[in-house]
């Protein structure tokens, strides 16, 4: 059975940092696209970062470019987002999500076109 574990989220400090990672199981996600998504309380779901199969081609939110890095290591099946000077408003639950793109170099921005998602790590940024 497929599984996505995040890990790394935590209470941070108004511009530290925090490195998320998600742990992908039961099949190989290698030729898939991977993206990390985020959902503050009372508030929808939101795009944070994507990556393609190969992890050649990144795609940002505006409001995590240049603060936010998506990466990836397919001989560990892992995704990771490096995030730096947080924000109290980066605070959220963060998911990764994974979706089948046949090697393509496809990035996905849609939630509902990723079919594996992972249960989610808290991170809170005080002020």
């Known amino acids: 059975q497929e599984q996505l574990v995040e890990s790394g989220g935590g209470l941070v400090q108004a511009g530290g940092s925090l490195r998320l990672s998600c742990a992908a199981s039961?099949?190989?996600?290698?030729?898939?696209?991977l993206g990390w998504f985020r959902q503050a309380p009372g508030r929808e779901r939101e795009f944070v970062a994507g990556?393609?199969?190969?992890?050649?081609?990144?795609y940002y939110a505006d409001s995590v470019k240049g603060r936010f890095t998506i990466s990836r290591d397919n001989a560990k099946n892992t995704v990771y987002l490096q995030m730096n000077s947080l924000k109290p408003e980066d605070t959220a639950v963060y998911y990764c999500?994974?979706?089948?793109?046949?090697?393509?170099?496809?990035?996905?921005?849609?939630?509902?076109?990723?079919?594996?998602w992972g249960q989610g790590t808290q991170v809170t940024v005080s002020s």
């Open positions: 999500a994974a979706a089948e793109t046949y090697y393509s170099a496809r990035i996905i921005t849609l939630g509902y076109d990723y079919p594996y």
């Open positions: 990556i393609s199969w190969s992890g050649a081609t990144t």
């Open positions: 039961g099949r190989t996600f290698s030729s898939y696209a």
